[in-house]
């Protein structure tokens, strides 16, 4: 299901006083939509991908739903939910986007920014690394200085549990913590299980085992009290949200800090870079470096199935399905991760699907998109830069593009008297010898007109190549 804007307002029985408020809660939307102002300007086309990307992963029938939780095994492993919401606030929406779910792990990489802005970096990396661990999420395992490697492992969000207001009752400290997610997520559904919470605090062993060994290697803050860590711990793991709301903390995390839906500032920006650059080393477990190598964005995931997707300055996303891979990541996630990757540029590093258009670029209107294309590609004719149009071909480009009038970098090269890139567009890039521009001309017109005899020879010796008879 997908949503427009005007969905979204809050417009019950449409009468004027509270059509008026939907249009003051809602006017940087309504504006941007007016102007066409949006960093998803064709969102239509953007979300008709991921429809096709959400189907195909919906046969995926491999993994097994997380079961040492007993509430977590409870869940049908057919449930598979995708969400997105971007940095203006535009929304979309798919299969079991509504269904509730503990954020189980998720919830590190939404705690660790709740922490670090009321302590700051140094103090809370006084206790806490940030470095990968080479290690299972709950291994019984310290750094060489005796310290959690980072946040996102269990270890490390023990810590954080210890460093969050520990002078407050614990009630208050609970409440904090859920409060601010509620925010993160622009007031959107966050709850809360008990009945995971409890199932979590019964069958807490590792986890019990794994503090105890922190406090002997004096882990934590001088006076934590361990009992009350536990139970913010179980607590942050049990609260829940939907796919619909988690996209909006993605998203949140996405505009650096600020929710999209109330334009309330939740984070500084530093605080979401440490946030994200930790979530792009060691937010998916065990796989976070393969996950880096392949995806290339920021993510957390939990063993409900959930995971959340930072695509910076463009959008987030939750997607969730219950069934787990052996290193405890949703298997239809992941794969609906590096299905994104492989249809738009959005791993950090895709320079080349980037250049080459192989890939889509959806903050680009598709007239904006092919302008670019043309443009660079006569501006490097038009200059007789070789290098340029050989670096263009090889990386995939068409050269026999043409803009609006119909002509070509051929037509360009040959009217400026450019014989290397004439001889590279017709013998290397094969492009065709006698295009027509509206007017009727031909890269040979262009160069018998402007008087390039080298250019016209060369076209000349490809058209008798080819049996055309020459005017």
Same mark, same amino acid.
């Given at each position: 299901?997908?949503?427009?804007?005007?969905?979204?307002?809050?417009?019950?029985?449409?009468?004027?006083?509270?059509?008026?408020?939907?249009?003051?809660?809602?006017?940087?939307?309504?504006?941007?939509?007016?102007?066409?102002?949006?960093?998803?300007?064709?969102?239509?086309?953007?979300?008709?991908?991921?429809?096709?990307?959400?189907?195909?992963c919906?046969?995926?029938?491999?993994?097994?739903?997380? !079961?040492?939780?007993?509430?977590?095994?409870?869940?049908?492993?057919?449930?598979?939910?995708?969400?997105?919401?971007?940095?203006?606030?535009?929304?979309?929406a798919?299969?079991?986007?509504?269904?509730?779910?503990?954020?189980?792990?998720?919830?590190?990489?939404?705690?660790?920014?709740?922490v670090?802005?009321d302590?700051?970096?140094?103090?809370?990396?006084?206790?806490?690394?940030?470095?990968?661990?080479?290690?299972?999420?709950n291994y019984?395992?310290?750094?060489?200085?005796?310290?959690?490697?980072?946040?996102?492992?269990?270890?490390?969000?023990?810590?954080?549990?210890?460093?969050?207001?520990?002078?407050w009752?614990?009630?208050?400290?609970?409440?904090?913590?859920?409060?601010?997610?509620?925010?993160?997520?622009?007031?959107?559904?966050?709850?809360?299980?008990?009945?995971?919470?409890?199932?979590?605090?019964?069958?807490?062993?590792?986890?019990?085992?794994?503090?105890?060994?922190?406090?002997?290697?004096?882990?934590?803050?001088?006076?934590?009290?361990?009992?009350?860590?536990?139970?913010?711990?179980?607590?942050?793991?049990?609260?829940?949200?939907?796919?619909?709301?988690?996209?909006?903390?993605?998203?949140?995390?996405?505009?650096?800090?600020?929710?999209?839906?109330?334009?309330?500032?939740?984070?500084?920006?530093?605080?979401?870079?440490?946030?994200?650059?930790?979530?792009?080393?060691?937010?998916?477990?065990?796989?976070?470096?393969?996950?880096?190598?392949?995806?290339?964005?920021?993510?957390k995931?939990?063993?409900?199935?959930?995971?959340?997707?930072?695509?910076p300055?463009?959008?987030?996303?939750?997607?969730?399905?219950?069934?787990? !891979?052996?290193?405890?990541?949703?298997?239809?996630?992941?794969?609906?991760?590096?299905?994104?990757?492989?249809v738009?540029?959005?791993?950090?590093?895709?320079?080349?699907?980037?250049?080459?258009?192989?890939?889509?670029?959806?903050r680009?209107?598709?007239?904006?998109?092919?302008?670019?294309?043309?443009?660079?590609?006569?501006?490097?004719?038009?200059?007789?830069?070789?290098?340029?149009?050989?670096?263009?071909?090889?990386?995939?480009?068409?050269?026999?593009?043409?803009?609006?009038?119909?002509?070509?970098?051929?037509?360009v090269?040959?009217?400026?008297?450019? !014989?290397?890139?004439?001889?590279f567009?017709?013998?290397?890039c094969?492009?065709?010898?006698?295009?027509?521009?509206?007017?009727?001309?031909?890269?040979?017109?262009?160069?018998?007109?402007?008087?390039?005899?080298?250019?016209?020879?060369?076209?000349?010796?490809?058209?008798?190549?080819?049996?055309?008879?020459?005017?």
């Amino acid at each position: 299901m997908q949503y427009t804007m005007f969905s979204r307002m809050k417009m019950a029985k449409y009468q004027w006083p509270d059509l008026l408020q939907s249009i003051q809660e809602n006017i940087m939307l309504i504006e941007g939509a007016l102007h066409g102002d949006f960093v998803i300007p064709e969102f239509g086309q953007f979300t008709k991908h991921l429809e096709e990307i959400y189907h195909h992963c919906k046969e995926n029938a491999e993994g097994k739903v997380a !079961d040492y939780i007993p509430q977590l095994a409870k869940f049908d492993p057919n449930l598979w939910g995708v969400a997105v919401c971007s940095v203006d606030g535009q929304r979309f929406a798919i299969g079991d986007y509504k269904d509730h779910f503990c954020l189980q792990s998720v919830s590190k990489c939404l705690h660790y920014p709740i922490v670090l802005e009321d302590l700051t970096t140094k103090v809370v990396h006084k206790y806490v690394g940030h470095e990968p661990s080479g290690q299972t999420f709950n291994y019984l395992h310290l750094n060489n200085n005796d310290r959690p490697h980072n946040p996102m492992l269990n270890s490390g969000a023990l810590l954080l549990c210890a460093l969050q207001k520990p002078e407050w009752p614990l009630a208050d400290r609970c409440d904090y913590v859920q409060n601010k997610f509620k925010q993160t997520a622009g007031g959107e559904y966050v709850g809360f299980s008990n009945a995971t919470f409890l199932s979590e605090r019964e069958t807490a062993d590792r986890n019990y085992a794994l503090g105890y060994y922190m406090n002997a290697h004096k882990a934590f803050p001088p006076n934590t009290n361990l009992k009350e860590t536990f139970e913010l711990y179980f607590h942050t793991c049990s609260i829940e949200t939907n796919c619909d709301a988690g996209s909006v903390m993605a998203a949140t995390l996405a505009n650096g800090g600020i929710c999209p839906l109330t334009g309330q500032k939740v984070f500084s920006t530093r605080t979401v870079q440490h946030t994200l650059s930790l979530m792009h080393s060691c937010g998916m477990y065990d796989y976070s470096g393969q996950f880096a190598f392949h995806v290339g964005l920021p993510a957390k995931s939990g063993v409900s199935g959930a995971i959340l997707i930072v695509v910076p300055k463009v959008c987030g996303m939750m997607i969730w399905s219950p069934p787990l !891979d052996p290193l405890g990541n949703s298997v239809r996630g992941m794969q609906f991760c590096k299905e994104l990757v492989k249809v738009f540029n959005f791993h950090k590093y895709d320079l080349k699907g980037a250049i080459s258009g192989r890939k889509i670029d959806p903050r680009w209107k598709r007239a904006e998109v092919q302008g670019e294309k043309v443009v660079s590609l006569f501006y490097a004719a038009s200059n007789g830069d070789v290098t340029a149009l050989r670096r263009y071909y090889l990386s995939g480009k068409d050269m026999t593009q043409q803009n609006y009038d119909g002509r070509t970098a051929l037509h360009v090269a040959a009217a400026q008297g450019h !014989d290397r890139v004439v001889r590279f567009l017709l013998e290397q890039c094969n492009v065709p010898v006698d295009p027509k521009d509206r007017w009727g001309s031909t890269p040979l017109d262009e160069a018998t007109r402007f008087n390039y005899q080298s250019c016209a020879d060369l076209i000349r010796h490809h058209l008798q190549l080819q049996g055309k008879v020459i005017a």
